[in-house]
Nanobody
């Protein structure tokens, strides 16, 4: 069973940068599509972006141009580089794996990102 663990969250000032990591256990994890999502309490979960095993990426409109997702398959780790952070980026960020192509079935525990103005 693949497990995902996010890290790298924290408090940053507006305009700053953070890099989140999503470490996956299990040797097959490098084949999975990995997505990043974020959620503010009381609001719907928002799609941030995703990366395929080959490195193809798609981003949500709210972060496009400010975020980059990359992966190191040798380390079974996916990264979310966030630049020019805004207070509205404050949320819990989750990574999730889509092992079958039918949806994100495996989720990490989340990491808090707080952007101060």
């Amino acid at each position: 069973q693949v497990q995902l663990v996010e890290s790298g969250g924290g408090l940053v000032q507006a305009g700053g940068s953070l890099r989140l990591s999503c470490a996956a256990s299990g040797r097959t994890a490098s084949r999975y599509v990995i997505g990043w999502f974020r959620q503010v309490p009381g609001q719907e979960r928002e799609f941030v972006g995703r990366i395929t095993w080959s490195g193809s990426t798609v981003y949500g409109d709210s972060v496009k141009g400010r975020c980059t997702i990359s992966r190191d398959n040798a380390k079974n780790t996916v990264y979310l580089q966030m630049n020019s952070l805004k207070p509205e980026d404050t949320a819990v960020y989750y990574c999730a794996a889509n092992p079958t192509g039918y949806g994100y079935e495996i989720w990490g525990q989340g990491t808090q990102v707080t952007v101060s103005s």
